[in-house]
């Protein structure tokens, strides 16, 4: 399973590194995620797109399409604990087949605080065959949740040496224009210091009144291919406020650019 995020606009080939990958080694690799795409076998769950509902919806219906794919399948993998890392654990004990879930963050930081969801997450890190987190630093609140073995994942993708850009002053940032990911901060920390060009990548529900506020920066709203942005930009700026590694991280480290966090 990939959370949106993971695939964010379908075409980004590098949000997908690890599946391409394994495809090239010869392994049988199905995707389900909230969006398709057919090139890298991935297959779109039904859902419905409304805040509190879509999660809800979204394991019910990978539940049940899990259920059908996965039956000649080896290890069922989750990307992030709720509710993809949950499915995959409750349909590889009813196929008898061997699970994995990767938690990347939000769902150890935010979902875990919540009593509730800490109980669901408790469990699938408990069943799971194999528990992988994205950091040191998540790891290590994994374990405090429930304490067993643990592995910090590696990206499989490979490296593509990119021409630096002389005079290069351009900073980069990629992903949901939310609060939680900090575009805010990092925009009213650039306007105080000025002489930076700043490309913003993505939408969300904070794109108009930032637009409005800091006419210096260049929105250019959801894209299909990233590869260009992240070629002509000298610094890529995470200042998310629940992620202590994201997909964003590991797209920027591929071209060798500069990581801010």
Request: cysteine-free; charged content about 30%; aromatic content about 10%.
């Amino acid at each position: 399973f990939q959370a949106e995020d993971g695939i964010r606009d379908v075409e980004r080939s590098r949000g997908l590194g690890d599946v391409y990958k394994r495809q090239e080694l010869g392994n049988d690799v199905q995707v389900i995620s909230y969006v398709e795409n057919r090139d890298y076998n991935v297959k779109k769950v039904p859902n419905i797109n409304i805040p509190f509902l879509r999660g809800f919806t979204f394991f019910l219906s990978s539940f049940v399409l899990s259920l059908f794919l996965a039956r000649d399948k080896d290890i069922i993998h989750g990307h992030y604990l709720l509710p993809q890392g949950f499915v995959a654990v409750l349909v590889a004990k009813i196929l008898k087949k061997r699970s994995a879930i990767t938690a990347h963050g939000t769902d150890i930081y935010i979902d875990a605080k919540k009593p509730f969801l800490k109980y669901i997450i408790k469990f699938t890190l408990k069943e799971a065959d194999f528990a992988y987190g994205v950091s040191e630093d998540i790891v290590r609140e994994m374990k405090k949740i429930y304490n067993r073995k643990y592995e910090i994942s590696r990206y499989l993708g490979g490296k593509k040496k990119v021409k630096e850009k002389k005079d290069g002053k351009t900073l980069l940032f990629v992903g949901n224009l939310t609060k939680s990911k900090g575009i805010d901060v990092l925009l009213e920390v650039v306007n105080e210091i000025g002489g930076i060009d700043v490309v913003v990548v993505g939408d969300g529900k904070l794109r108009k009144k930032l637009e409005k506020k800091y006419s210096f920066a260049n929105f250019v709203g959801k894209v299909k291919n990233l590869e260009p942005f992240y070629e002509g930009a000298r610094v890529t700026v995470l200042p998310s406020k629940s992620e202590s590694f994201s997909i964003t991280s590991l797209e920027s480290i591929t071209p060798r650019l500069i990581l801010s966090k």
